[in-house]
């Protein structure tokens, strides 16, 4: 069964840094692209950035240079830099698969809050 462990949230101040944690088991992280997803309060889930197993990288326009997606196949985790946070930044995120491929269950997410 696949497990979805998300890490790393906290309350930040608007132009702080955060570095978020996803560890998969099963091989989802092996064949799949492995994204990053947000859900900020009162809204739906949103991509955010998603890594393939070769190393390319996409990211939503409105996070493009200041966050950054890696994964270590080693640990079968995915990461997410987030530098230059706002308060628009504020939400659950959660780890899956890249966009458009089969989802497995969603995590319990990590909040992410941006404020002063």
């Known amino acids: 069964q696949v497990q979805l462990v998300e890490s790393g949230g906290g309350l930040v101040q608007p132009g702080g840094s955060l570095r978020l944690s996803c560890a998969v088991s099963?091989?989802?992280?092996?064949?799949?692209?492995m994204g990053w997803y947000r859900q900020p309060p009162g809204k739906q889930r949103e991509w955010v950035a998603e890594?393939?197993?070769?190393?390319?990288?996409r990211y939503t326009d409105s996070v493009k240079g200041r966050f950054s997606i890696s994964r270590d196949n080693a640990k079968n985790t995915v990461y997410l830099q987030m530098n230059s946070l706002k308060p628009e930044d504020t939400a659950v995120y959660y780890c899956?698969?890249?966009?458009?491929?089969?989802?497995?269950?969603w995590g319990q997410g990590t909040q992410v809050t941006v404020s002063s």
């Open positions: 899956n698969t890249g966009l458009g491929y089969p989802k497995t269950s």
């Open positions: 099963g091989s989802i992280f092996r064949i799949n692209p």
């Open positions: 890594i393939t197993s070769g190393g390319s990288t």
